[in-house]
């Protein structure tokens, strides 16, 4: 059906260009000779009109004067219209004086004058009805969202021409905020640039505004949170184009308007990494990642999957997770060779099986139980899945002569008050001390909470909100590090690259958040008053849970890396024998489902210190 309107369109233009043509054909004559054409000449014009017309059709074609969206029209059209006109002038001038059939020079130049006119008449008189006709109530007397564009640059300017001329937009500009100080006051298409950003408050009280569309893809992460921290204040829905936009050919659209998150009110800018190093020891190689279904494996998943592996071997117990991230691999990549196996770490003869089957020659362990208050409420789960399972891994790798193995450790394992903790702590301890006595290189990755992870608050919240409230937070001076899944893994990757065997690599996770400011800012983005129309409850802080996370204990010094978002923690000297006899007695126990686990923790980890329930 579309593409009937579509052909239907076409042709239509083509009759008005034939008839286009014509008219300044003849147009040229008449003008030339005042009114009466001398026989001769109009004789000459007989003889080739028809040429003329399906040269000019050609021509017109050719330039694309059939393929444009004519409701959008602008200065890239008419230049298009120029030369389509100019070549059809030079080319009929070709053909009459090579014929024989000379016409006056000036006629020339009047055909290409009036043909100009004609075609250029033809598209923007269509546009301008269009623009006509958005001035009456024709949008199914729907009422238009007031909306306000900040930024009055190209991008800002393209927006509100979307939105002005289509019949399926319910939505109108009216004004534009900008901080150039030579542009407040003046107008963009009759709409007033009222002020800079700090006017935003004050413009949509003024104007009752609906909709804040930030279109400015030029300015930095911080100046960009800076602005929506006003904007979030409105109670108006906000929008914004993310990332640096490259306006390709100065295409944007209101489409491309993505949500604003709490995120972006951080006002960090992106994380950057150096991605020849990272693809320089991944690409080719066997790499296997543990718990890859997870939010972090996932997205070592995807990253690894982009650097060309030479085999990419996904393992997890939760089969809806791996076959999910399956999916989309194959979909994304359709030559990588994957391959995604359903094992418990647990699990020391399975984990053998699928080291001896696919020899990995790099390791990401990333599967875990990272919930605090339920492993303090299973604090033996927390040990046999946590410790033991990685310790299956660690011991796999050295068997079949793995490069190297990268543990993803938490901040929650420095100084650890809950169980959760302390059992990645220990983790680290013995990836550290097997690295001694092995081939293979044994790192740890620390690093805080990531924004959109599996049990991350955020998503806690925005349902939390969708109910109506309350949104709960433990504690009003809770703070953490944040940091998106993306950057904390393309990190992760990175310290990889660097390992040589036995380091702990702490990330730089910038300045912590309080997670009470969180929950008002994602309530405020939501359209709401914090206190007023969602309310905030303080519940409490959970079993093992700390004010702050610490991410570098007393006793670890302070390496830089090339990279100075990622740091070394110098390797704590520990008692291997004992640390192993600690282990397999703590193993025994923990699959005796004893009551006393948190005993046994505290002496093979000294800095726990557990939280009375």
Known sequence: MKDMQKTIRQMILIVIDAISVILALY?????????????????????????????????????????????????IELKNILIATLLSSFVNIALFEVTGNKLPRSCYIIYFLLLTMFVGGSRFSYRLIRLIKKDFPTKEKRELEKVMIVGAGEAGEKIYREIYTSQNIYKEVVCFIDDDKTKIGRRIHDVLIYGGRHDIQEACDKYKIDEILVAMP??????MAEILNICKDTKCKIKKLP???????????????????????????????????????????VVMVTGGGGSIGSELCRQIAAAKPKQLIIVDIYENNAYDIQLELKHD???????????????????NDLFKKYHPDIVYHAAAHKHVPLMEDSPNEAVKNNVFGTLNV?????????????????????????????????????VQTINKQSQTEFVAVRFGNVLGSNGSVIPLFKK?????????????????????????????????????????????????????DMARNLIKLSGYEPDIDIKIEYTGLRPGEKLYE??????????????????IGKPIELDEDSLFDRLNHLKDEAYK?????????????????PKEN
């Open 27 to 75: 147009g040229s004559l008449v003008l030339r000779f005042n009114g009466l054409i001398e026989k001769q000449y109009l004789h000459h014009a007989n003889a080739l009109v028809i040429i003329v017309v399906a040269l000019s059709v050609i021509i017109f074609s050719l330039n694309r004067l059939y393929h444009s969206l004519w409701q959008f029209a602008s200065v």
């Open 218 to 223: 030029s300015i930095d992460q911080k100046e």
């Open 243 to 285: 990332g640096i936009y490259q306006m390709v050919n100065g295409d944007v659209h209101l489409s491309d308007f993505k949500e604003v998150e709490v995120q972006d009110l951080l006002g960090r800018d992106p994380i950057e990494v150096n991605l020849s190093e990272i693809m320089d020891y991944v690409t080719n190689q």
């Open 333 to 351: 990549y359709p030559q990588l060779n994957l391959e995604t196996m359903i094992a418990s770490v647990r699990n020391t003869d399975k984990v």
């Open 394 to 430: 660690a011991r796999a790798c050295d068997q079949y002569k793995t490069k190297r193995m990268i543990l993803i450790s938490t901040d929650k394992a420095v100084n650890p008050t809950n169980v959760m903790g302390a059992t990645k702590r220990m983790c680290e301890m013995i």
């Open 464 to 516: 939390q909100i969708k109910a109506g409230g309350p949104v709960t937070v433990t504690h009003p001076n809770i703070i953490r590090y944040f940091m998106t899944i993306p950057e904390a893994v393309s990190l992760v990757l990175q310290a990889g690259a660097y390992a040589k065997g036995g380091e702990i690599f702490i990330l730089d996770m910038g300045k912590p958040v309080k997670i009470a």
């Open 550 to 567: 610490e991410l570098l204990m007393k006793e670890e010094g302070l390496q830089d890396t090339p990279n100075k978002l990622i740091h």
């Open 593 to 609: 489902e004893t009551n006393d686990i948190r005993t046994l923790i505290k002496e093979i980890v000294p800095t726990y210190q």
